[in-house]
């Protein structure tokens, strides 16, 4: 079982915004990375850190945390970004990576 | 540009070992880390462990006792074995690169950053 938690699933109108998040007790204590994946493909590193994203990346992706829950906000969703989100983190016993179970986004 | 390029048996019967391999393009090999991640059909991903520069390894816990991951700098590539197979073990497998980034002494991330096309390795009798 996953140690971060996503929702299932999201949906978001053409051009609005939307938040997803991933709730975990390592969150408080380490940062978040969020990947991006379309069916077929290899997941993409969007954000990670502070809110750094890799050259490419639109600027609509952001990223931000508080307590136990770390958040990626998509402004100005595009046809382009539907797709299954995962966040990870550091684990609790401090092993490098764990994921959040994915939230797919739908734009309407 | 940076590119990882993997390739391994695709078909595997219960009990066997899985061996991936992945090739690294365009990017230092002794300046990050390098993965294995995994995802079943249709499921999430799975990290399955890393291999540094100097060959120390870390491991998910839950797969430690079957997972070996090497690696050979003259070529630029790093290896995973996977013994003992089982059906939950049909999953894609990618190779990654991850790496480091400090915002102060204390504080920072890791990352993974560049991934490999995946292979679909299928576990059945």
């Known amino acids: 079982s996953s140690e971060l938690t996503q929702d299932p699933a999201v949906s978001v109108a053409l051009g609005q915004t939307v938040r997803i998040t991933c709730q975990g007790d390592?969150?408080?204590?380490?940062?978040a990375s969020w990947y991006q994946q379309k069916p077929g493909q290899a997941p993409l590193l969007l954000i990670y850190?502070?809110?750094d994203r890799p050259s490419g990346v639109p600027d609509r992706f952001s990223g931000s945390s508080s307590g136990n829950t770390a958040s990626l906000t998509i402004t100005g969703a595009q046809a382009d970004d539907e797709a299954d989100y995962y966040c990870?983190?550091?684990?609790?016993?401090?092993?490098?990576?764990?994921f959040g179970s994915g939230t797919k986004v739908t734009v309407l | 540009q940076v590119r990882l390029q993997q390739w391994g048996a695709g078909l595997l019967k219960p009990s066997e070992t899985l061996s991936l391999t992945c090739a690294v393009y365009?990017?230092?090999?002794?300046?990050?880390?390098w993965n294995w991640v995994r995802q079943p059909p249709g499921k999430g991903l799975e990290w399955i462990g890393e291999?540094?520069?100097?060959?120390?390894?870390k491991y998910n816990p839950s797969l430690k006792s079957r997972v070996t991951m090497s690696q050979d700098k003259s070529k630029n590539q790093f290896s995973l074995r996977l013994s003992s197979v089982t059906a939950a073990d049909t999953a894609v497998y990618y190779c990654?690169?991850?790496?480091?980034?400090?915002?102060?002494?204390?504080?920072?991330?890791?990352?993974?950053?560049?991934w490999g096309q995946g292979t679909l390795v299928t576990v059945s009798s």
């Open positions: 850190g502070k809110n």
């Open positions: 990654v690169r991850s790496r480091d980034k400090y915002y102060d002494l204390l504080t920072g991330i890791k990352f993974l950053d560049f």
């Open positions: 990870s983190s550091r684990d609790s016993s401090g092993n490098p990576y764990v």
């Open positions: 390592s969150i408080r204590n380490y940062f």
């Open positions: 291999i540094n520069f100097d060959g120390g390894t």
């Open positions: 365009g990017a230092p090999f002794s300046h990050y880390f």
